[in-house]
C-alpha cells in the first residue's frame, strides 16, 4: 500500500462517485450482512420482525384483498416474501447476493413456500405487465443514484399490471439533522469487512444542495493479486426527499395517485418513525 492511494481515497469525492469495491456480491461480507439480515438486535441490514409484520400488514390494507402477484426488488433473504407467500399471495423475489437467495430458498423448501426467487441486479428489470404489487423497502431507491431512480421507476410501470401499485420507502428531510457523524478508525484480526487483519477508516460527507449524505468505508489490508494497493472503498449515498419532491419524480415517471404517508413504522436506534417516509404510486 502506497500512503497517496489512502489519502486520495479519504478526500471527498464528487457526488455519485462510486467506490472502487461492492459489499453485497463478496463472499466474506455476505455472510455477515446475512447474519445482520437475521438478528433481531439491530435495523443495520433489515427491520426487526415488529416492524416487518407491521409494514406488511400496511401494504396490504392498501390493497385488494385477494390473492396478489407481487414482486420484492432488493429481497434480502426473504424477510418479507414468506410472510406474503404465507398469507396466499404469489410472489417473486429479486436479489443480486447469492448468499441471500439461497438462505430464502432454503426457508422457502423448508416452510413448503412458492416462492420465486431471482438472483438478479433489480435495475435490469424487464418484466412486462406482471405484478399487481412491486415493493422496494427498506430504503432501497434514496440509495440509487438519480439516473438509476429514474430507470427503476420506468422499469416498474412497465412491470405493474394497469391499476398496480409500487409502494416504497425513502429516508426524508426530517432525518437530516441527526445523523452526521465524525471520522474514525478501527482495526481488526478479523471482522465484517474481511476475515484477516485489517483497518477500517469510516466518514460522513454531505452534499446540502443535492439533498445528499454519504457514509464512506475504506478498508485497508495486505496488498494482492486481486486489489494491488490493499486499498478498498465502499460508498453508500442516501438521498433525502420532501413528500413534494417524491410526489413530482413519480408522476414524472407516468404514475397517476401518488400517496406519501409518515410515521407507519416503530422508532429505531437508527431513525425516528417520522424520518421515513413511504410512498404508495398507482399506474
Known amino acids: 500500500m502506497k500512503m497517496k492511494d489512502l489519502v486520495a481515497a479519504s478526500q471527498k469525492p464528487l457526488v455519485y462517485t462510486p467506490g472502487t469495491a461492492m459489499m453485497w456480491t463478496d463472499a466474506h461480507i455476505s455472510k455477515q450482512l446475512l447474519q445482520t439480515h437475521l438478528s433481531q438486535d439491530t ?3 433489515s427491520r426487526r420482525i415488529s416492524a416487518i409484520e407491521k409494514t406488511i400488514s400496511w401494504i396490504l390494507d392498501r390493497l385488494p384483498d385477494r390473492p396478489l402477484k407481487i414482486l420484492d426488488l432488493g429481497c434480502g433473504p426473504g424477510l418479507y416474501t414468506k410472510r406474503l407467500a404465507s398469507r396466499g399471495h404469489q410472489v417473486t423475489g429479486m436479489d443480486f447476493s447469492a448468499t441471500a437467495i439461497a438462505h430464502a430458498k432454503d426457508t422457502a423448501r423448508e416452510k413448503g413456500l412458492d416462492i420465486r426467487y431471482l438472483e438478479q441486479d433489480y435495475l435490469c428489470l424487464d418484466h412486462e405487465n406482471q405484478y399487481d404489487l412491486v415493493m422496494m423497502i427498506f430504503t432501497d431507491f434514496g440509495v440509487l443514484t438519480p439516473e438509476a431512480q429514474c430507470r427503476m421507476l420506468e422499469n416498474i410501470h412497465k412491470a405493474l399490471v394497469p391499476g398496480g401499485v409500487f409502494i416504497f420507502d425513502v429516508m426524508n428531510t426530517g432525518w437530516v439533522c441527526k445523523n452526521s457523524r465524525a471520522a474514525s478508525w478501527e482495526a481488526f484480526d478479523a471482522g465484517f469487512w474481511r476475515p484477516h487483519p485489517h483497518l477500517v477508516l469510516s466518514s460522513w460527507f454531505d452534499y446540502p444542495s443535492r439533498n445528499v449524505f454519504l457514509d464512506q468505508h475504506i478498508v485497508v489490508e495486505d496488498s494482492t493479486e486481486d486489489n494491488l494497493t490493499g486499498v478498498s472503498v465502499y460508498r ?8 413534494g419532491e417524491l410526489e413530482a419524480l413519480v ?8 400517496d406519501c404517508r409518515d410515521g407507519i413504522l416503530p422508532d429505531s436506534d437508527l431513525y425516528r418513525s417520522e424520518d421515513v417516509t413511504f410512498c404508495v404510486a398507482q399506474k
Open 251 to 258: 408522476i414524472d415517471h407516468g404514475f397517476g395517485r401518488v
Open 236 to 243: 453508500f449515498y442516501t438521498r433525502v426527499f420532501s413528500h
Open 43 to 45: 435495523d443495520l441490514a
